[in-house]
């Protein structure tokens, strides 16, 4: 679903990710750890294209994105949904509105279906009723859970994640992590999830990649990132977990 080939990214002459070599299969969910400022973001950019890798290459199901048009590389996204670190809303719509958006622009579904699965999908993230509230009420936690259920509401086959779960209490941390769970096993999402939560990372990855100095220095199944003889990786699954 996800591959990329040798990709390198600069800022100003910076080197922020080097060689980066990663395959995300359909229905795997890939949590990718490291430092902050190590790149996972821009990782998560370069994936639906929001930027274009200074050498290598993006394959999104079969197709390379960083060559495409605007129009297309829009066709790609179609399919896929990503919840920022910093969650994107829409400041002058309410909740229910920015649940919505993507049903009204993408579907042809009626007013009453979109209605309800808004009103799921806010259940979903423990936002139940909420519809009418603007973004501005509401906590930074309650606007990544608002942007999480934006994003699913397409049903996208590939869903990105930034720190999903940062700033949330350990009950909600919970909730969402089910909810990425879920997507996996129902509907066989394919999910990138860059967290710095290392029991949330352990609960539902099949495989972890760790960034660190622009490189993939492990990436493994959950037991082989424990075991990892790495002391980089030690240092930092050992020092943050929680
Ligand atoms: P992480 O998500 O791992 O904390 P980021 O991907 O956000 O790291 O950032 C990695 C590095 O790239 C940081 O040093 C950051 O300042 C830099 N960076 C990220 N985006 C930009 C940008 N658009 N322009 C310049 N520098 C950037
Ligand atoms: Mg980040």
Redesign the pocket.
């Known amino acids: 679903m996800i591959k990329l080939e040798n990709i390198s990214m600069s800022?100003?002459g910076k080197h922020?990710l080097q060689g980066i070599d990663l395959e995300v299969q359909k229905g795997e969910t890939l949590v990718v750890i490291?430092p902050?400022?190590?790149?996972?973001?821009?990782?998560l950019r370069l994936m639906v294209g929001l930027l274009k890798p200074t050498q290598g290459e993006v394959w999104i199901k079969g197709q390379e994105i960083s060559h495409l048009s605007e129009d297309n590389l829009n066709k790609v996204r179609i399919g896929m949904g990503m919840v920022f670190?910093y969650s994107a809303l829409f400041d002058s719509m309410t909740v229910g509105d920015n649940v919505a958006f993507g049903l009204r622009e993408h579907t042809a579904m009626t007013e009453a279906e979109i209605q309800r699965i808004v009103a799921r999908n806010l259940r979903m993230v423990g936002l139940a009723g909420q519809q009418d509230v603007m973004p501005n009420e509401l906590s930074g936690g309650m606007k990544k859970r608002v942007s999480l259920a934006r994003a699913i509401a397409i049903r996208p086959e590939i869903m990105l994640y930034d720190e999903p779960t940062a700033g949330l209490d350990p009950i909600m941390s919970g909730t969402i992590d089910r909810l990425i769970m879920n997507a996996k096993r129902v509907l066989c999402v394919t999910s990138v999830v860059?967290t710095h939560h290392m029991s949330s990372a352990f609960k539902i990855a099949d495989r972890v990649a760790m960034?660190h100095g622009g490189r993939i220095i492990e990436v493994g199944t959950v037991e082989q990132i424990r075991q990892s003889e790495n002391p980089v990786v030690q240092q930092f699954i050992l020092g943050l977990k929680s």
Do not use: D
């Open positions: 800022f100003h922020i490291g902050s400022g190590s790149g996972k973001s821009t990782l670190q860059v960034i």
